[in-house]
C-alpha cells in the first residue's frame, strides 16, 4: 500500500513541476541604478496570459564596486496590465519601486527610483533597465500576439 502512495506522491511532484515550468523565464538585463548592473534570475507567472498577471522571482546582480566585483541577491515582483508594468525589487541595499511597458512579457523597459537602505549607498537615486525573457518553447509565460 507504501508504494501505491509513493508512486501517486511522485506522480503528483512530476505535474507540479511541469505547470511550473510552463510559466517560468530565464531573465538577462542591464540596469543602471546609480552605477552600471547586470542581472540574472528567473521570472515566474502567476495569472492568466489575457490581463493581468503577477511576476516575481529572485535574481543576481552583478556589478563592479570598489574595485571588486560584487554579486547581490534581489528579489521582484511585477504586476502587468495589458503592457503596462508596475513594480518592486528588492536587495541589501536599496529597495526600488519600477514602472514601465512590457512587449508580450518578452522585453521589459522600466524606470524607478533605488532608495538607499544600508549605511554603503551602492544603489540610489533614478533607475532604468531593459530585460528579456527567454522561456521554453511552448511555455506560456509570454502574451499572446493578436492577429487582426
Not at 530565464?26 to 495569472?47: K, M, P, S, W
Not at 552583478?62 to 560584487?70: G, W
Amino acid at each position: 500500500m507504501k508504494k501505491y502512495f509513493a508512486v501517486a506522491f511522485l506522480i503528483s511532484v512530476i505535474t507540479i513541476n511541469a505547470q511550473l515550468l510552463e510559466k517560468t523565464a530565464i531573465t538577462v538585463a542591464y540596469r543602471y541604478t546609480g552605477r552600471n548592473v547586470l542581472q540574472t534570475g528567473l521570472e515566474f507567472r502567476i495569472g492568466n496570459t489575457h490581463g493581468k498577471s503577477i511576476i516575481l522571482g529572485p535574481s543576481l546582480l552583478y556589478s563592479h564596486i570598489n574595485h571588486a566585483d560584487k554579486f547581490i541577491p534581489e528579489a521582484h515582483i511585477y504586476l502587468s496590465d495589458q503592457g503596462k508594468l508596475f513594480g518592486l525589487s528588492s536587495n541589501p541595499y536599496s529597495i526600488e519601486p519600477r514602472i514601465g511597458i512590457t512587449l508580450f512579457n518578452i522585453i521589459f523597459l522600466n524606470t524607478g527610483y533605488a532608495f538607499p537602505i544600508h549605511k554603503e549607498k551602492y544603489f540610489k537615486g533614478v533607475t532604468f533597465g531593459i530585460q528579456f525573457n527567454i522561456a521554453p518553447k511552448h511555455a506560456q509565460f509570454y502574451d499572446p500576439i493578436k492577429i487582426m
